[in-house]
Each structure stands twice: as structure tokens, then as C-alpha cells.
């Protein structure tokens, strides 16, 4: 199975943090499922960076590489596509990358994994 991570379930999983759900852990072990995440995810965390709100135990640039690779986690890029849906999406939540995140999986296909039951107010399917 193909899905998308929210920022927080990739962070919490490489973390082994025992906020991601059991479930959610498990879907992104599972050898024979795709789990991506999005460049839109990756510049989240930068932002985060620079405010002092996230830390890391190396530079972005070696961190997240690193743990994209050791896990089988795939890079999902950003296209007009994606940001053309963004534009018609009903404004039931307010954070820019999570509605990026949310058009995103809606043009794929694919669910997403997160904890932010806002996702549910739109035609996205959240696994959790």
C-alpha cells in the first residue's frame, strides 16, 4: 500500500517516539507498503528549524536523507497538480503545509498517516 506521512509521523517514527501509533508504526515497516513523504514535509521541518522549534541530531540536509533511505521511505514532489487542488479546497484547515499534504494524497490517491483528525473533514482517507 502507497501513503503519505504527515511531518509528525515521519519525525515520531525515525524518533521512535511512543506518540505514533501502533498502527501507524507498523504500515511504515511493513516491507511491502510505499510510504512517501513530501518535499512540502521536508521544508516544514526546516522552517521549524530556523524558529527553534525543532531540533535535530544532524543538518536537515544529512538527517532526513539518511532516514529516508534507511527506511524505504520515498520523496513525493510537488507539482502544479498539487498546488492547483490546494486552491479549491474548503478551508476547514488553516495550516499551508498540512493542506499541501491533504491535496496532495487527494491527487495521488492515497491515504495519509497522522494523528490530525482535521484531515477528515476532506475527501482523504487518514490511517492512524
Do not use: C
Amino acid at each position: 500500500m502507497k501513503f503519505l506521512l504527515d511531518t509528525h509521523s515521519f519525525l515520531w517514527f525515525i524518533e521512535g517516539h511512543t506518540k505514533l501509533s501502533s498502527t501507524a508504526r507498523t504500515l511504515i515497516e511493513e516491507q511491502t507498503n510505499q510510504p512517501f513523504l513530501s518535499i512540502a514535509s521536508i521544508w516544514e521541518m526546516a522552517i521549524k528549524i530556523s524558529m527553534g522549534k525543532l531540533h535535530l541530531t544532524q543538518p536537515i540536509e544529512l538527517h532526513v536523507p539518511y532516514h529516508l533511505q534507511a527506511n524505504g521511505i520515498k520523496l513525493l514532489g510537488i507539482d502544479i497538480a498539487h498546488v492547483a487542488l490546494v486552491a479549491t479546497l474548503p478551508y476547514h484547515h488553516r495550516d499551508p503545509f498540512d493542506r499541501l499534504l491533504i491535496a496532495q494524497a487527494m491527487h495521488e490517491r492515497i491515504p495519509i498517516v497522522g494523528i490530525d483528525t482535521a484531515f477528515d473533514d476532506y475527501d482523504v482517507r487518514r490511517l492512524w
